[in-house]
Every structure is written in structure tokens, then in C-alpha cells.
């Protein structure tokens, strides 16, 4: 956990004060809605179909127990005992009242957390693998770098009216858990030669016009990260379009200039300010490595007798093969706690569940969870010979469905429901599907396959890197549903292909069960995944089957 | 291009005048009166441009109770009041077509 300064502490207090100002005089009549709006979008409030929704940032995704339980507060005292999940590890509470809204950011400030930067044409917080810290495959905790970033970048000057809102990602692991291939840009830390650096992609991004970001730098020396971050950041404000909307992310201005031009853009002004204020020094990585409270782990051997005892369990064996990783430190694991129960909306979580899981992550996980962009909840370090007991206490609170990664891991976005843009809704999609693969049997033998729904084309919910991606359209005042195949968001990020016509809402999840079931009668073995069998086959076995014969 | 006042003059039939209410967000329908009500029922109904364009002038000028003031079109039932006439308003009317997390 990063510790916070009395400077983070005293903005955070300062920055209550002046939205509690701001409230008063908006209803008072002193402010205009017109004044009003950006001051309350910068504090992370939307006014949604029914009521304000406050999207509170969780720093690269890092929660400490004491932080979950200030959410239960949030969500009990203000809102209707319920937090919502994003794909971009944050939460979204869908019902506080405007004059309420200064009292719950306080609760918030005095743990440390708000809804800066989640919301407005600025760069929003950095997010990262959700494993940081305890996963095997790492290579350095990517949390420390994405700490820099949002020491730089928030309420960076330069930066607080970008054309369009900014994205950054950071995987510091072999296997990328955080989609970096589709931010607008995504950092990949890795050894050259024994000394570690940055890959750096730029102009990835789903919406509208989908891109997998493009590589524009193989290598860049860690202490250069700020300063190259700014060069980007700057080539973007100064060149990005204004003129249109839709065509204001850097995706469109990398696409339209091509990425070798951009990417010399940026080295011409990186040149000009690489060895300026921004030179991360060791001494400057060291002190904010310094306040990231690293957990004092005990060294256990792995696969203890209370484990293996367990392990004679069906239902826990399932869990644990479902939801349970290594971890770097013998005798750990890394826990996701399944968001997704059988007919539950993706990513919802009650105030009690967080109390409980605050507790369990207090008693068996050294304080810590994180918040994964699957919509998922990860306790990142728990004793493996506890594993037993923090699958009976999750499995009381409807956490502990084994299908982490699976066809009922669904990503959703809130769609019609909450979403005042939205075309379609999409988590009583997500609901159906669930409810249509509800036996754990089937799913574990389905295997890994990725579902995301989306209730209008901007990608809240990712669909384009779904292996299945659903995308809703309305037609007439009914709900559509287009069906894309194929994409996927790690280090080999592809988007996804139409596969036809879009579908109606009463046929959709049967033309799910129609991929799948193709899928499972065209797969080479068992061990070819859903996605591999796309990949082998191509679309159109799967495009030929997905539509009931009429 | 068109305004966005003028675009929602063009109405395809009967149409009433909905926002958010500045306090808590809550859906709210202007009625003849030039008050808000939380039933759409109590909705004025306009079937004329004009009259769409006059609800919408005193809505805009209210904009410290509600805000967001839109055109939105609606069903006449059988006692001459104002009902939903699509998915998106049934739900603002209805709320959520699911349930919370258990
Ligand atoms: S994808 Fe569309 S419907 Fe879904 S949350 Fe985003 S804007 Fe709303």
C-alpha cells in the first residue's frame, strides 16, 4: 500500500471544502448548471438516468482494508447499500443525492480516496495488473510507477483541458493482465540486457474507432518515463483534434498522421526537456518506493496439509483450480473473488460483502485487495493453508463462484439500466447468460472464454477484445444486438470480427449457446481454448451457426 | 446544422417535457402548470411544435430545480395521460430493470 503524505491528505481535504462550496452555490442558484457541470465532472459526479453517479477512483486498482470498509460506509449511508465495479478499477455509486455528495467525499478524503481524475478531459488514473505485487510472472511491482504517474499527472496544468480524456496502463508482468495494447498509451516493463525499461504504445482504444495501440518506442530508460510521458502528452494536446468529438482521442491523431510521424513528433520534443526537471532519479524512485508498505511475508512451504486436506473436496478443489494463483512468496496465493454470481449483475458489490471482505482481507490477506478491470475483487496475498477458511467465509457472501476467466466471467458495462448514453441494456444480457451456463461442470469444461457486453458503441465494457463481444444497437425503439468474435485485450490484443446482422434481445443468449456449442464440437482437444479454435478455424463455421435457421 | 432546440421540434407525436431534478437527480415531468412532477402521468402533453417549444422555454428557465430539460415522446392511454413511449423512459420511469446485487 502507498501511504499518503500530509500534502495528499491536506489537498484531499481542501479539494471537499471547495465542492462543498460549489454544491451550495449551485443549489442556491448562484452557480448555473452550465458553471456547475465541469466543476462537479471534475470531482467525478455524473448526472445519469436517475439519479448523480459518484465514479470514485482506487489508484492503480490498490485498496487497503480500511479503505473497502469507508465504500460500505459510502455505499450504506448515501446510496442504496450497493458499489458498482468498472473495467477501469474503479467504483460507481449510481444514487447520491447532490447535497449528500460533499458529506460522502469527506468520508472518502479521510481515507485517503476520491473521484479526482475519473472523470473529464484530463488523464485519468493510471491502472495496472491487478496481481501487482504478488504475481510470479513480475518482473517489478508496476504500482510504484503508475504512483509516479499520478504524482505528475494530476491536476498537471498542461493537461487539465486535453482535447479528449486520457488513458494510461501499465503491465510490469510477462503476461499482460491489463490490457495496455488498448489505452491510449500502454507502458510494458521489461529487461534488455539486465536493465529494465518501457515499452511504450500509443494510440490504442475501443470506442467508436477501435485501435490496437502501436508500438513507438522499444525501449525507454525508466527515468525517462516522465519525461516521455510529457512529450506524448504535449504532441497530443497541441495536435490532437478539437474540431470533433468523436475524432478528438490520440488514437485518431496516431491513425491520421501515422505512427512513425507521431512518434517523431514526440522524440523532437522529448529531446528538448529528457534531461530536465522530470529525470527520475534513483533517490526520487527510492522515496516513493519508500512509501509503499510492502506486506512483511512469512516464507511457508507451498501446498501445506490443511490444503491438501481441503483439496478432497469437489467444490473447493473446483474453486481453488478457478480462482486461486501463485504467488511469488512459497506458500502464498493470489485470490479473485468472483463479482459475477449466476444471475447477479457483473461487477455489483453489497456493503456487507466489502465489510466482510475488508475483515477477510484483515485476518488472512495482510489488509490488502485490489480491484481487477475484469470487475472482479483479487486478494492479492493470502496464506495458502488459510485458502480453506477464505473460500468457506467468501462462499457465505456469494464471492466464491468458480468461474474466474470463464464463459460467466462476463464484463458488462451498466448499459440502459443506469447509462444515460446508452442504445441497449446489457446486465440483464449478462444476467441470462449467466443463468444459461449455471453449471459449474459446464463451464469448467467450456474452459477459458471471455464475454463482454457493451450497451451503446462506446466500449465501456470492452467488447471488442471479448472472445465474444456483444455490442447493443436499437432498432425502432427494440434492442439489437451486433455479435463480434475473436478479439482479445493481452500482449497479442486483437479486435474482435462481426460475424453478421445484428441479433434480437429474445435471441441473443441462444446465439451465444450456438457459438459455444460450436466451438465445443469443433475443438481439436479440450485444451484448445474457445479463442484458439477461432483462431484455427476462422469466423465462419461459428458465423454459420450462431444464427437460428428461420 | 440544426440547434439542438430545433431538432427537438420536430416531434412525431404527442410529447412531454422530462429532466432530472437538480437536488437528487430524481426523473421529473413538467406539468401544464409549469411545476415538476415525478409522474409522468401528471405530464404536460404537447402535440404541436409550438407547444413543445413553449414547455421547453419555461423548462430551460427552471433550470435550478431541474436540469436537462428534453422532449421526449409519449403514449396517450386511454384517460388522455402521459405514459412512457420507449424502453429508455420506461426505465427512467420505472427504474432499473434489474435488481441490485443480493
Ligand atoms: S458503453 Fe455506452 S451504455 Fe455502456 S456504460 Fe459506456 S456509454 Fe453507457
Redesign the interface.
Same mark, same amino acid.
Given at each position: 500500500m502507498y501511504v499518503y503524505d500530509a500534502f495528499d491528505r491536506t489537498f484531499l481535504q481542501e479539494r471537499v471544502a471547495e465542492f462543498r462550496d460549489q454544491v451550495a452555490r !449551485? %443549489?442556491s $442558484?448562484e452557480l448555473?448548471?452550465e458553471e456547475f457541470k465541469p466543476l462537479r465532472l471534475m470531482n467525478g459526479v455524473y448526472? +445519469?438516468?436517475? =439519479?448523480?453517479m459518484l465514479r470514485v477512483c482506487i489508484p492503480y486498482g490498490t485498496l487497503n482494508a480500511t479503505q473497502l470498509r469507508a465504500l460500505a460506509r459510502v455505499a450504506r449511508r448515501y446510496d !442504496?447499500?450497493?458499489g458498482h465495479f468498472t473495467t477501469r478499477q474503479n467504483i460507481q455509486f449510481n444514487w447520491i443525492? %447532490?447535497?449528500e455528495l460533499p458529506d460522502a467525499m469527506a468520508d472518502l478524503a479521510e481515507v485517503g480516496i476520491h473521484g479526482i481524475q475519473t472523470s473529464g478531459n484530463c488523464i485519468r488514473n493510471t491502472t495496472t495488473d491487478a496481481f501487482a505485487g504478488a504475481a510470479r510472472d513480475e518482473i517489478e511491482d508496476p504500482r510504484l510507477y503508475a504512483e509516479i504517474i499520478r504524482q505528475w499527472s494530476t491536476l498537471h496544468p498542461e493537461f487539465t483541458y486535453l482535447p479528449r480524456k486520457f488513458k494510461i496502463a501499465i503491465s510490469a508482468a510477462r503476461h499482460d493482465r491489463a490490457a495496455t495494447r488498448v489505452h491510449d498509451v500502454g507502458l510494458r516493463l521489461h529487461r534488455r540486457d539486465g536493465e529494465t525499461g518501457f515499452e511504450v504504445m500509443v494510440g490504442g482504444g475501443l470506442g467508436r474507432t477501435p485501435y490496437i495501440g502501436k508500438t513507438i518506442r522499444d525501449f525507454l530508460p525508466k527515468e525517462d518515463l516522465l519525461s516521455y510521458l510529457e512529450a506524448i502528452v504535449r504532441t497530443y494536446n497541441l495536435g490532437g483534434r478539437r474540431d470533433n468529438i468523436y475524432k478528438a482521442r490520440i488514437k485518431i491523431q496516431v491513425h491520421e498522421l501515422g505512427a512513425e510521424a507521431f512518434a517523431e513528433k514526440v522524440e523532437a520534443e522529448w529531446r528538448q526537456i529528457k534531461d530536465g526537471a522530470l529525470k527520475l532519479d534513483q533517490a526520487a524512485l527510492d522515496t516513493i518506493a519508500d512509501r509503499f508498505l510492502t506486506p512483511d511475508f512469512e516464507a511457508l512451504p507451498d501446498d501445506p496439509a490443511e490444503l491438501a486436506t481441503a483439496l478432497a473436496n469437489p467444490a473447493f478443489a473446483r474453486w481453488h483450480a478457478n480462482s486461486v494463483v501463485p504467488h511469488k512468496v512459497g506458500g502464498h496465493a493470489i485470490v479473485t473473488l468472483s463479482l459475477k454470481?449466476v444471475g $447477479?449483475?457483473p461487477g455489483?458489490? #453489497?456493503a456487507d +460483502?466489502m465489510d466482510t471482505i475488508a475483515d477477510l482481507a484483515e485476518r488472512y490477506g495482510y489488509g490488502e485487495v485490489r480491484v481487477a478491470h475484469e470487475q472482479n475483487l483479487v486478494l492479492p496475498h493470502v496464506r495458502q493453508k488459510d485458502l480453506p477458511a477464505v473460500w468457506r467465509a467468501l462462499d457465505a457472501i $456469494?464471492v466464491a463462484t468458480p468461474n474466474v476467466g470463464l464463459v460467466t466471467d462476463i464484463i458488462s458495462c451498466p448499459g %440502459?439500466?443506469?447509462c444515460s448514453l =446508452?442504445n #441497449? !441494456?446489457s446486465?440483464?444480457i449478462a +444476467?441470462k447468460l449467466t443463468q444459461r451456463f449455471a453449471d459449474d461442470a459446464r463451464i469448467a469444461d467450456i474452459g477459458r472464454l471471455h464475454v463482454n457486453i457493451s450497451g451503446c458503441i462506446n466500449a465501456c465494457g470492452h467488447h471488442h477484445i471479448g472472445h465474444i463481444g456483444i455490442l447493443g444497437v436499437e432498432k425502432k425503439?427494440e434492442?439489437f444486438f451486433q455479435i463480434s468474435l475473436g478479439g482479445k485485450g493481452n500482449s497479442k490484443a486483437r479486435l474482435g470480427e462481426l460475424i453478421g446482422p445484428a441479433i434480437p434481445e429474445s435471441e441473443i443468449v441462444d446465439a451465444v449457446e450456438r457459438l459455444v456449442d460450436t466451438y465445443l464440437e469443433l475443438r481439436a482437444s479440450p485444451a484448445e481454448t474457445f479463442i484458439a479454435a477461432v483462431e484455427r478455424l476462422g469466423i465462419e463455421p461459428f458465423k454459420e451457426r450462431a444464427y437460428a435457421p428461420r | 446544422m440544426t440547434s439542438p432546440l430545433q431538432r427537438k421540434l420536430k416531434i412525431s407525436g404527442p410529447t412531454a417535457i422530462t429532466a432530472?431534478r437538480? @437536488?437528487?437527480? *430524481? *426523473?421529473v415531468w413538467l406539468t401544464s402548470g409549469g411545476a415538476w412532477s415525478m409522474a409522468i402521468a401528471e405530464a404536460a402533453i404537447a402535440t404541436t411544435g409550438e407547444e413543445v417549444q413553449r414547455l421547453l422555454t419555461l423548462a430551460h428557465g427552471d433550470?435550478?430545480t431541474a *436540469?436537462?430539460a428534453y422532449a421526449a415522446r409519449v403514449e396517450v392511454t386511454a384517460e388522455g395521460r402521459a405514459a412512457p @413511449?420507449?424502453?429508455?423512459e420506461r /426505465?427512467?420511469v420505472n427504474?432499473?430493470? /434489474?435488481a441490485?446485487? @443480493?
Open positions: !449551485r %443549489l $442558484g448555473n448548471e448526472l +445519469q438516468l436517475h =439519479a448523480y !442504496r447499500d450497493y443525492k %447532490l447535497a454470481p $447477479g449483475p455489483d458489490c #453489497t +460483502q $456469494g %440502459l439500466d443506469y =446508452a #441497449t !441494456r446486465i440483464p +444476467q425503439d434492442e | 432530472n437538480l @437536488a437528487d437527480g *430524481v *426523473v433550470e435550478n *436540469v436537462g @413511449a420507449n424502453l429508455r /426505465i427512467r427504474g432499473p430493470t /434489474i441490485p446485487a @443480493a
